[in-house]
């Protein structure tokens, strides 16, 4: 009986432990988001103009306000219930990227991120302009 109560308590430990590794590694695996370096090189091929800007500032209403909040700081209503925090538009290290960079993030997405690759293409370069006009 001893035996079989100990071998019953390893095997739900052995479940516990098998969750919470499972669920570390996930966690663990949103690091630092890093484009691939070919991004970086990726040119915005808008110009910086305030109808791009305004275009983008309308994209990022419809599609991102959620998550990253009304003034891109990554604390939308939605941005709560995430296992990730939305990025900070307005912080050095998302200015600090590249435009092609910004561009690939919002193409391809990461966890709780969608892809925005249904988004036509200009759009998501108008995009990339109205995060910049966010810089502090």
């Given amino acids: 009986m001893i035996a079989r109560s100990f071998s019953s308590t390893l095997g739900v430990l052995a479940v516990v432990v098998a969750a ?3 669920l570390g590694t996930g966690v663990w695996a949103q690091g630092k988001w890093v484009a691939p370096p070919e991004a970086k090189n990726l040119k915005n091929p808008l110009a910086r103009a305030d109808k ?3 275009d983008g500032k309308k994209i990022a ?3 991102c306000v959620p998550c990253h ?4 700081m990554g604390d ?3 941005a709560a219930a995430l296992p990730v925090k939305p990025a900070n538009w307005t912080s050095p290290a ?3 990227e590249a435009d092609g960079e910004l561009f690939w993030k919002i193409t391809n997405g990461r966890g709780p991120m969608p892809p925005w690759k249904h988004l036509a293409e200009n759009d998501r ?9 966010l810089k502090k």
């Fill in 69 to 72: 909040g009304p003034k891109g």
């Fill in 20 to 22: 919470a590794l499972a």
């Fill in 61 to 63: 209403d419809t599609n």
């Fill in 52 to 54: 791009v800007i305004a």
């Fill in 76 to 78: 939308g209503p939605a």
């Fill in 94 to 96: 998302v200015q600090a």
């Fill in 125 to 133: 370069w108008a995009l990339v302009h109205y995060i910049r006009s």
